[in-house]
Nanobody, 126 residues
Framework: QVQLIESGGGLVQAGGSLRLSCAVSGRIFSIYIMGWFRQAPGKEREFVAAFSRNGVSTDYADSVKGRFTITRDNAKSKVYLQMNSLKPEDTAEYYC???????????????????WGQGTQVTVSS
């Protein structure tokens, strides 16, 4: 059974930082791309960042580029999202996700991901 468990969310002031973690179990972690998504109240889920299976390529939404960094530790089966210079508009529930197919392609569409964590809330106060 595949499980993704996020942690690290919380309340932070604008300009602050948070580091989200996502622990994966039930799969050979290293052969799958990993993604982070977020959903704010009343808004659609949106892509935040992705990290390729080969540990070389990353992809970021324009809204977070230069502020957020996605990393992965294949030995620990974890993916991280370091969030710096946080803004109130970053407030959302954050989810990690992985597809069921091992591929070198990078996906931004949430529909390409089959397994999702339960989410962790990030609230940025102004």
């Amino acid at each position: 059974q595949v499980q993704l468990i996020e942690s690290g969310g919380g309340l932070v002031q604008a300009g602050g930082s948070l580091r989200l973690s996502c622990a994966v179990s039930g799969r050979i972690f290293s052969i799958y791309i990993m993604g982070w998504f977020r959903q704010a109240p009343g808004k659609e889920r949106e892509f935040v960042a992705a990290f390729s299976r080969n540990g070389v390529s990353t992809d970021y939404a324009d809204s977070v580029k230069g502020r957020f960094t996605i990393t992965r530790d294949n030995a620990k089966s974890k993916v991280y999202l370091q969030m710096n210079s946080l803004k109130p508009e970053d407030t959302a529930e954050y989810y990690c996700a992985m597809p069921s197919t091992a591929t070198y392609a990078m996906y931004r569409a949430g529909t390409r991901y089959d397994y999702w964590g339960q989410g962790t809330q990030v609230t940025v106060s102004s």
